[in-house]
């Protein structure tokens, strides 16, 4: 298949002109003619793979657009219920009642704060130039571990991290990815006795390196697997693991903008594995 390199796109013109001007004079005319069907074929191939980028962008954008208004919607109707019950404890000069609401009042509009920071996160991450170079996700992998048990000293936890896990891609994309990937299997192993991570690579069936974050946490129903990736979308309910959702919507990003992609296998109390590869990091 040819690469998005191999398009002709606009520089194609002059070369179907000149191309067509062989034609006209005569000189050459079984080659231009084997050239201009080159380029129609290659200029199809642009045109097919544009149009189905555009068709899964539109499709992301409804998903995104319908998760940030539904979202949205939950904590601004907290904020409207609690001041109309704050309404009538102030005309009955109930304080401590009052004190209550504002205090649930004060927790919607940090939620909505949260929402529009990684709103403005997932922003700054598509448009955001790439540096590409070699980078050590084992390195990358082990400082979030430490500063995680360091925040959290009394966690029991294994944590495994493969050596020397070099890729390539830009570094301050990665390390949130990282980041995030490295806080989910924290998060998610909470309730476990014992915790138990391992971060390394794998080859995968042609030939590309396969990178994954292994855990023995919550898991997750596999039937809700398409939803896993999408913005503000919630596995477990926020009683048993705090959280927006944004996380892994965010490694969606970063692991497309490296031209790669993610997924994952998991079950309910056994674990969960997310997997990544990086492609050519030439986005």
């Known amino acids: 298949m040819a690469t998005s390199s191999d398009f002709p796109t606009v520089s194609a013109v002059p070369a179907m002109a000149a191309l067509l001007q062989k034609i ?12 201009i069907l080159r380029i129609t074929s290659l200029l199809e191939d642009e045109l097919n793979q544009r149009s189905a980028e555009v068709v899964a962008a539109n499709k992301e954008l409804e998903n995104f657009s319908y998760s940030v208004s539904h979202d949205l919607r939950a904590p601004l109707s907290t904020i409207d219920g609690f001041s109309r019950l704050l309404e009538g404890a102030v005309a009955k000069g109930n304080t401590e009642r009052s004190t209550h609401y504002l205090q649930r009042i004060r927790l919607g509009v940090g939620n909505i704060n949260e929402l529009i920071a990684a709103l403005l996160a997932v922003s700054r991450l598509l ?32 944590i495994e991290v493969q050596p020397a896990l070099i890729a390539q891609g830009d570094p ?54 398409e939803k896993l990736f999408g913005i503000f979308q919630r596995m477990h309910v926020s009683s048993d693991f705090p959280g927006i959702g944004a996380g892994l919507s965010t490694v969606q990003r970063i692991v497309m903008r490296h031209g790669g992609r993610v997924w994952a296998e998991a079950a309910p109390e056994q674990g969960a594995t997310i997997y990544f590869t990086l492609g050519g990091s030439a986005v």
Not at 137 to 158: I, T
Not at 180 to 194: I, M, P, Y
């Open 127 to 158: 448009r955001a130039p790439m540096a590409v170079q070699a980078v050590d996700l084992g390195a990358l992998a082990q400082g979030a571990f430490a500063a995680l048990q360091e925040a959290d000293p009394e966690r029991a936890a294994q």
């Open 172 to 225: 301050a994309l990665l390390k949130q990815l990282v980041d995030h990937l490295a806080g989910n299997a924290w998060k998610f192993t909470s309730k476990k006795q014992r915790a138990a991570i391992a971060v390394g690579s794998q080859a995968g069936a042609d030939g590309e390196t396969v990178y994954f974050f292994r855990d023995n946490g919550a898991g997750f129903d596999m039937a809700q697997a």
């Open 24 to 35: 006209r004079d005569g000189s050459d005319v079984a080659a231009a003619e084997h050239e």
